[in-house]
């Protein structure tokens, strides 16, 4: 601070004072770049990307904006420029070297951080491999993002193609004259020998002729976080190709989770098959789900697991298929499912995801049966220990009894009364409802899973039992 200033009307002093931020920002641009950089003259095509990024989200996917903004140094030769919001160089300059600088501001918090590099400007008509973002195996260069995991390998193809050029080399052979360039690489990832590709063109175009390597890296927990690794392929019977970069944000191995949502109603008949299908996903491709029944009822079954990939991840699908039995209704319950991915799977740096779970509640209507194939009313009479002239006497819409899969008769899937719905009253026991309606209280409880022999009977409850008039009461 000045506290005096010489310069004012007859010698007098102005006061002047000037306020300095000196508080420390939490955090500052990161930029990974290779020292050099090659483009073609007149070719803003062949421009390369000053990739940089700092923690949070990625600086170009935010949906407030940008968070990083680039410009270049005054020092850097005219006809250079810079996109202010992603990074990218481009040059209208004649062939030759130049030093050009990039400055990378977080605008949050206004720290800087600056780069210089050497570009190399080749003739317009210059041989220069250039890389191949649209080849399956590979990777999104900068300034897209590709999401990894702690723990899994992630292995691409880095693929410079030379449109028309030929080779000498046979192909599949390692290329001595070449090799690809990178910036300082992540701890323990590699770029493999450069081979020669032959690659196939599109109907009526020239042949293609590239090469390419392999890039390998399996990240650690403690890689979470951002990383860019920056490429370029070098020759010594071309020019080195444009600069590609790529980002990386490292994320810890996901939990799967459920695509199926949870229901709180399902309902299933005695005698009718209930089937769900169970789908999780899990955003991780490369990881597996498997999906297990938690608590399940007596005869409930699982199909075998079916994974697919998608473009949102694995998606690994069971279908689970329950018929409840005679003697179930009255069951209530949940049906519950747990899906678990191969977490650590015994590789190490994998760290083991929480499972996810799934439930359903249930319930069994009392009374009611669904007819199965080949099963009239003397079938369905043996199953619950009744006769079909009963059967028949408690479904009143059944007018030819003794047929099947005929109009007027049963068939496949109709719900049949198999017992009248009683409710207690106060007083009621269940011996003295047994007793009142002429039946057992052995088949009474056979058709009532939520009642037992101990348990008192509640005022307002439904019992479902076969009433016998012919038997004598007691």
């Known amino acids: 601070r000045s506290d005096g200033l010489v310069g004012g009307a007859g ?60 410009s270049l140094t005054p020092a850097t030769p005219p006809g250079f420029s810079v996109g202010a919001t992603d990074g990218l160089v481009t040059a209208s300059v004649a062939e030759g070297s130049y030093g050009v600088g990039a400055v990378v501001r977080d605008v949050t918090t206004n720290a800087t951080v600056s780069v210089a590099l050497e570009v190399e400007v080749v003739p317009a008509n210059g041989t220069m491999p250039a890389f191949d973002a649209a080849f399956p195996g590979t990777r999104l260069p900068y300034p897209d993002t590709n999401l990894v995991y702690a723990g899994f390998p992630e292995q691409f193809t880095l693929r410079f193609v030379v449109p028309g050029a030929q080779t000498n080399e046979s192909v599949g052979a390692v290329v001595g004259g070449a090799v690809v360039r990178t910036a300082a690489l992540p701890r323990g990832a590699s770029v493999g020998p450069v081979m020669v590709g032959a690659y196939g063109p599109p109907p009526g175009n020239a042949s293609i002729k590239g090469y390419h390597a392999v890039f390998s890296w399996t990240p650690h927990p403690e890689d979470i976080g951002w990383h860019a690794i920056c490429v370029y392929l070098e020759t010594n019977f071309t020019s080195p190709s444009p600069q590609t970069c790529f980002d990386f944000r490292v994320e810890a191995d996901p939990p799967p989770t459920w695509l199926t949502p949870p229901r709180h109603d399902l309902i299933a008949t005695m005698g009718s098959e209930l089937r769900i299908s169970l789908q999780a996903l899990d955003t991780n491709s490369a990881d597996s789900v498997t999906i297990e029944g938690v608590t399940l009822p007596d005869g409930a079954a699982l199909s075998p697991a079916d994974p697919q990939p998608r473009p949102e991840g694995l998606v690994t699908t069971r279908n689970l298929s329950w018929t409840p039995r005679e003697g179930s ?27 996810a779970d799934l439930c359903f509640s249930f319930s069994v209507p009392k009374c009611r049966y669904a007819v199965g194939e080949m099963q009239g009313l003397v079938e369905v009479a043996r199953v619950f220990n009744t006769n079909w002239l009963q059967l ?76 016998n008039s012919c038997r004598e009461r007691s």
């Open 11 to 70: 010698g007098a002093k102005w006061a002047l004072s000037t306020n300095v931020d000196l508080s420390v920002a939490q955090h500052s641009p990161v930029v990974q770049l290779l020292p050099t950089a090659t483009i073609r003259a007149g070719d803003n095509a062949t421009g390369f990307y000053v990739s940089a990024n700092d923690p949070g989200a990625h600086p170009t996917n935010l949906s407030a904006g940008t968070k990083l903004e680039w």
């Open 329 to 355: 209704g009255g069951l209530r319950g949940q049906l519950c499912f747990r899906a678990t991915d191969d977490g650590s799977g015994g590789v190490p740096g994998r760290a083991a995801a929480s499972p």
């Open 392 to 467: 028949w006497a408690l479904n009143k819409d059944i007018t030819r009894p003794e047929g099947y899969g005929v109009p007027g008769a049963v068939h496949p899937g109709f719900e049949l009364n198999v017992g009248q719905m009683v409710r207690v009253k106060e007083g009621d026991s269940l011996e003295k409802i047994v007793s009142r309606f002429g039946t057992t209280l052995r088949q009474t409880l056979g058709l009532n899973a939520d009642i037992t022999g101990t348990k008192p009977l509640v005022t307002g409850e439904l019992v479902c039992l076969v009433p």
